[in-house]
């Protein structure tokens, strides 16, 4: 078996993340209503057939687009890898086979948009393909939820609620159909240590404000909201000026109430602005540009990690998916 798989890995920004408190376990109930942006990591996947007796090799190799650090980790510590072996341990899969990974890195690191978890399910999901695996199938969903809390999400993609750890799908949501503009300052927060402010000083989302974000079936009609933003700022308090000067700029959509569409995702750094229109989010990534921030303009996507196919299976058009999204 020797074919060539392309994978889309897209990022996701949390239109809604309730943290509970910590349990005794040391991890947090989560209530989180994702949604895949057309932001996205792609990736080639090769797999070929390898001498009897050599098992499963895997090689993960990155490269970074512009404005865009990859992460300077071996294969096997990236999670795509630990991916396939997992998949392939879960699947007693004996064959001798090498698979090598070749991600071109869209999506920034330690930014909150999921771009390692979503470059594993599209691991998952390419392998999956070439294996004849049906890549929403209980072994795989599970082999997805031990590699990571938003891993599960990018096998369904589109908009979803999650509870659990953040990892147990509860409903789809009705994707949004809007533009929408991605700024991050030139730093990372880590997620260990904004979860440690919020043990320190955050405020545990209530189980009645859990069931109500969970109620909600579409997700344009769903509040933003996100309790573990405060804790973030005080890791990073650069967030703050983000946030600010973001909720200032014209063509910011706002709520029913006025506020402006603007949100930390998940621990950040990355916040995102939900846009009036197309040009309005390219004239805010100008503006955001010039105050020395990374960003970028794109949709709210009703897919996730997918393989992408082309007429004869030669070439891959990811311009034709981006029509689907």
């Known amino acids: 078996m020797n074919q060539t798989i392309k994978v889309i890995a897209p990022a996701k920004v949390n239109l809604h993340l309730g943290i509970g408190a910590a349990q005794p376990d040391g991890y947090h109930a989560a209530t989180s209503v ?16 390898a001498a ?41 899969r004996a064959a001798d086979e090498t698979v ?13 948009l999921g771009g390692g978890s979503s470059d594993a399910a599209a691991a998952l999901v390419g392998a999956c393909r070439a294996w004849g695996i049906d890549a929403l199938s209980n072994q795989v969903i599970s082999v997805a939820s031990g590699l990571g ?15 659990g750890r953040g990892d147990v799908l509860d409903h789809e949501l009705e994707p949004m159909r809007k533009p929408l ?41 769903l509040p933003l909201f996100n309790n573990l933003a405060l804790a973030s700022e005080q890791v990073l308090p650069q967030l703050a000026s983000v946030r600010e000067w973001l909720a200032a700029q ?6 029913a109430d006025g506020n ?6 998940g621990s950040g750094s990355a916040s ?13 990534v100008s503006a955001a540009k010039l105050q020395g921030w990374w960003a970028r303009s794109c949709s709210f996507a009703s897919i996730g990690a997918r393989v992408v196919d082309a007429p004869g299976g030669t070439r891959t058009n990811l311009g034709a998916v981006h029509k689907s999204w």
């Open 100 to 112: 090598t990974v070749d991600i071109l890195k869209a999506i920034p690191h330690a930014a909150g």
């Open 52 to 92: 009897p007796g050599a098992g499963l090799t895997v090689r993960v190799r990155c490269q970074a687009a512009a404005g865009v650090e990859a992460p300077d980790v071996a294969s096997e510590d990236n999670i795509a890898h630990k991916a396939l072996v997992a998949l392939a341990q879960a699947l007693g």
């Open 260 to 265: 402006p569409e603007v949100l930390l995702s």
């Open 149 to 163: 809390a938003d891993v599960p999400f990018f096998l369904y993609g589109g908009c979803a609620c999650m509870t």
């Open 250 to 255: 014209p063509g910011v959509e706002r709520d």
């Open 181 to 221: 503009v991605l700024v991050r300052p030139d730093a990372g927060v880590s997620t260990a240590a904004a979860y440690k402010a919020f043990d320190e000083c955050g405020e545990p989302e209530s189980a009645e404000a859990a069931q109500a974000a969970c109620s909600v079936q579409s997700a344009e009609a």
């Open 272 to 284: 995102f602005a939900v846009c009036e229109s197309m040009n309005a989010a390219y004239s805010l």
């Open 34 to 49: 994702l949604h895949a942006i057309t932001l996205h990591d792609t990736l080639a996947m090769r797999f070929e057939d």
